[in-house]
């Protein structure tokens, strides 16, 4: 599957604005706009199109479509109009590298970012650290700022597990419980939640009493709750995929209407799904990490409606268009946010060509701060340029009513961490 965005034609204002920035002259002495002389800047997507991240996929091309929407007609980047190559790789890692070489190789991408599952970075970034071609993730996992990948690879618009667990595990550990049984998925995204939230719980004097881990394609989930301990106190669950649904359902089969341990779940578990299905009634009471919380809270910022209304999300996290489509609320606004972390680089480093890729991957291993904004509606972040890595706030909700209503927000400093690795010391 393949799909070109073509640049939008900026708006009037926006011609106006470049010509006033940037004008040149005609040998007949007639003043011509930048956009017109400039080459589109050509970057390519890894989209999750199908596959156990067909969900997200959809999501994020549309969260991407938007931002490009609004960059172009703003005059888009460095004056230049900006196109987007959509390539699916199917969720699968094999096919991952391989859509990193067809974007570089036969698009003639200036750069690559998108990717959201870890086993499918893990299995694309050596290739683009082989081709020498920026390759910004919009995952999660704590493999970029391990240091297992290589410079060309940054984690810009998004935080990772570690930081997110960081910051959370005090507050679980406060108003839940310490006794903890763990779902994950049987990849490394799930071990990072695996390793670094029985590291995290330890540390507020609790215990992880039990780790279950459930291969991604799995469909029927009860005869793993049997391995729960009687001793649990908290459920804490993450799980991703087409089967996450049946997962609630076949939990609240399994407790019932009787006692049960109090549940701890990461959005992952019900990205894309209403949490008012029926059959999700389980849930009530229960509390979720959100990273951009789906309900708009009543104390959101003020750039949080524009951002709604760009990517078409109305404010319990819907499609506009049908209130049945649930958005992947609080991962797409990475993809919204990387394009624009693109733009302030590519615009920083005066990026002209790929022979200056490194001259951006420099641009971007040199900024600090980014400030709350349209840019980044899901709030302010701080980037590492050593670690390649971004940190931001994380926010807590309760099911109430069959909503999210959103009960906690950490921040920066919660979540950050020492650094693993120094990418500025690597070679390109």
């Known amino acids: 599957m393949k799909t070109t965005l073509t640049g939008i034609a900026p708006s009037r204002r926006a011609v106006l604005t470049g010509m006033g920035a940037g004008l040149i002259a005609g040998s007949a002495g007639l003043v011509r706009p930048v956009w017109a002389q400039a080459a589109p800047l050509k970057l390519g997507f890894q989209l999750h199109a199908t596959g156990i991240g067909a969900s997200y996929g959809r999501w994020y091309q549309r969260t991407a479509d938007a931002a490009l929407k609004k960059i172009n007609e703003a005059g888009g980047i460095g004056g230049r109009p900006v196109e987007i190559v959509y390539e699916d790789d ?13 974007l570089n190789s036969q698009h003639g991408c200036d750069l690559i970012f998108g990717t959201l599952f870890s086993h499918v970075v893990m299995g694309s970034a050596p290739r683009a650290g082989e081709l020498k071609v920026p390759y910004l993730v919009c995952s999660e996992g704590y493999h970029v700022a391990s240091g297992a990948l290589n410079r060309w690879t940054l984690q810009p618009g998004i935080t990772d597990v570690r930081s997110q667990i960081s910051s959370m595990a005090p507050w679980v550990a406060g108003n839940l419980g310490k006794k903890v049984t763990m779902f994950f998925p049987d990849y490394a995204f799930g071990y990072d939640h695996r390793d670094f939230f029985t590291k995290a719980i330890e540390a507020q004097g609790g215990q992880v009493v039990a780790q279950i881990a459930i291969p991604p394609t799995e ?9 729960i301990p009687a001793e649990t106190e908290v459920l804490y669950h993450v799980m991703v995929g087409p089967g996450v649904l049946t997962f609630v359902k076949e939990l609240g089969e399994f407790y019932g209407s009787g006692a049960k341990p109090q549940l701890f779940g990461f959005i992952d578990s019900l990205e894309a799904v209403d ?3 029926p059959g999700l009634e389980f849930l009530e009471g229960s509390h979720f990490w959100e990273a951009h919380p789906r309900v708009k809270p009543a104390d959101a910022g003020a750039a949080e409606g524009d951002y709604r209304a760009a990517v078409g999300v109305d404010d319990n996290g819907a499609s506009v268009a049908d ?4 958005a992947t609320y609080s991962h797409m606004f990475s993809a919204w946010e990387t394009l624009h972390f693109i733009k302030q680089t590519v615009e920083a480093s005066g990026y002209a060509g790929v022979a200056d890729r490194q001259k ?3 641009a971007m291993e040199a900024v600090t701060d980014l400030p709350y904004g349209i840019e980044r509606p899901q709030g302010a972040k701080v980037f590492n340029g050593k670690t390649h890595q971004a940190f931001g706030s994380q926010n807590i909700s309760k099911v109430e009513g069959g909503k999210l209503v959103k009960v906690h927000t950490t921040t920066i400093d919660e979540g950050k961490y020492d650094d693993g690795v120094d990418y500025t010391t690597m070679s390109f």
């Open 323 to 326: 209130a049945k489509d649930v």
């Open 90 to 102: 199917g969720t699968d890692p094999a096919r991952g590298a391989e859509v990193v070489d067809k």
């Open 275 to 277: 949490t008012a299905t």
């Open 219 to 227: 469909t029927s989930y009860t005869r793993y709750f049997a391995q």
């Open 360 to 362: 951006l991957v420099e």
